[in-house]
């Protein structure tokens, strides 16, 4: 399988540590965002969207993270990234919702880059306009990690799961756009335990060959 990605893009580094876990070896193609290469006529006929990542399993080109990581759950179950019950999958499902719905996608770069270009804004304005949506999402991701009494190491139980998957690319994030992540300690916690991972660790931004 070929991987259309770029090694600071959020999905692409949440799909990356999902096939991770999953065992499973891709070809790496970077796809360099930093040019807009994704806008160019050859992306544009891998995924019309022009966004990354794209997966090319040989038999389709899949698009969009949250259904490739759906699609590695039903096509390679073991080891599992959701709980067996449906309680457990709906709880997992709504961690990775608040990062993958309500943070990610009014930070990406094109949100970003329509701020500098239409609205002007400068990189302090960049940087509080991102700490004030990943600030909310994990002011609630870490209230719903302290109500878990039955919470172990990882988000949910302990082994990394689809919520770690779509938390730890957006720990990254907000490190980068200068948050301070002390505010959240569950979270941090949570981080620390997955970077122990090896699988977490090659699917790290600066660990991929497009980051040089």
């Not at 309680?87 to 709504?94: L, P, Y």
């Not at 701020?115 to 994990?138: H, P, V």
Request: with cysteine; hydrophobic share 45%.
């Amino acid at each position: 399988m070929k991987l259309y990605n770029f090694f600071r893009s959020g999905t692409s580094h949440r799909l990356r540590i999902a096939l991770n876990l999953k065992g499973i070896a891709t070809e790496y193609v970077a796809v360099d965002l930093r040019v807009d290469e994704q806008l160019n006529a050859p992306f544009k006929a891998v995924n019309p969207q022009g966004m990354v990542p794209a997966l090319d399993t040989g038999d389709q080109v899949m698009i969009q993270s949250p259904a490739i990581i759906e699609w590695l759950e039903e096509k390679y179950p073991t080891p599992a990234l959701l709980p067996a019950d449906a309680d457990g999958r709906a709880r997992v499902r709504a961690l990775s919702a608040i990062v993958g719905c309500d943070i990610h996608p009014i930070n990406n770069r094109r949100i970003l880059q329509t701020l500098r270009k239409q609205f002007g804004a400068n990189e302090d304005a960049i940087n509080a306009w991102c700490a004030t949506w990943i600030s909310a999402g994990f002011d609630a991701y870490e209230a719903l990690l302290a109500s878990d009494k039955q919470r172990g190491r990882f988000s949910y139980g302990d082994a990394p799961s689809m919520a770690d998957v779509y938390l730890i690319p957006q720990v990254e994030s907000a490190l980068r756009f200068k948050v301070d992540m002390a505010r959240w300690p569950l979270i941090s916690a949570v981080d620390k335990a997955c970077g122990e991972l090896e699988a977490f660790q090659k699917a790290a931004p600066l660990a991929q060959p497009d980051a040089g």
